[in-house]
């Protein structure tokens, strides 16, 4: 998939943003053949949504509870999102699932970090649920979204050991800190390259 240059990402956050932040930093050089054009939310009042503006980035915040259904919060966001003409969506630490209405408009061009080494454990507590499964090592994932859960054809991944002395909270760091490299590294070769998807390989460079 070609992007133009630099590539428009639009960014969704729920929480502290760092991902986002990291993205924000690097699309500062021109080099990086991306730059960060909105910042989503699905609540307000989050240092995510402050990072963006401090960056001069518009941000826009679609609460479920806003909506008489998920369906209808599903379109709005799609719309909001389609507004700012994204290249590639970036869900970055959003704890909401995309429905049908954004994967049709976005699919394909949607890609999310899992803080854990997919298919292993999805949803929103993976350093918790390899802690307490016991794992030696685990990581972050950045995939193409799809309708299922952290199931989506595999983009990167990178591996994080576990320690004896962690705690939920310690491993997430770990995990974090890189996830925020593979992150910045593998959407810029996204934007810079395209990529194609072809039985679930994810490959960068057009056809
Ligand atoms: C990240 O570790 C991200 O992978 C995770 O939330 C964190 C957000 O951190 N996302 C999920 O768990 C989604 N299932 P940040 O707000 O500091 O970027």
């Known amino acids: 998939m070609p992007t133009r240059d630099p590539a428009r990402l639009v960014v969704l956050v729920s929480g502290s943003g760092t991902n986002l932040q990291a993205l924000l930093d690097a699309s500062a050089d021109p080099s990086y053949g991306a730059r960060v054009v909105a910042v989503g939310a699905d609540r307000d009042g989050i240092e995510g949504l402050t990072r ?14 806003q909506f008489s259904s998920r369906e209808h919060w599903d379109r709005a966001l799609t ?14 630490g959003f704890m ?3 429905g ?24 929103t507590n993976g350093p918790a649920d390899a802690l307490a499964y016991g794992v030696k090592v685990t990581g972050a994932t950045l995939f193409v979204v799809d309708d299922g859960i952290d199931t989506g054809p595999i983009v990167a991944q990178v591996v ?13 760091e770990r995990i974090k800190s890189a996830e925020r490299a593979m992150l910045v590294e ?3 070769r996204l934007a810079r390259e395209g990529f194609t998807i ?6 960068f460079g057009s056809d």
């Open 100 to 123: 049908e209405e954004f994967l049709g408009r976005f699919g394909g061009r949607v890609v999310n970090t899992h803080p854990a080494l997919c298919p292993s454990f999805p949803g």
């Open 160 to 172: 994080v050991p576990v320690e004896e002395a962690d705690d939920v909270e310690t491993l997430h």
């Open 52 to 65: 963006a503006d401090r960056a001069g980035v518009p941000t826009f915040v679609r609460e479920v509870a």
């Open 79 to 92: 719309d909001t999102v389609a507004a700012f003409e994204p290249d590639v969506v970036v869900l970055a």
């Open 96 to 98: 909401k699932l995309v």
């Open 198 to 203: 072809t039985d679930r390989k994810v490959r």
């Open 186 to 188: 593998n959407v810029g």
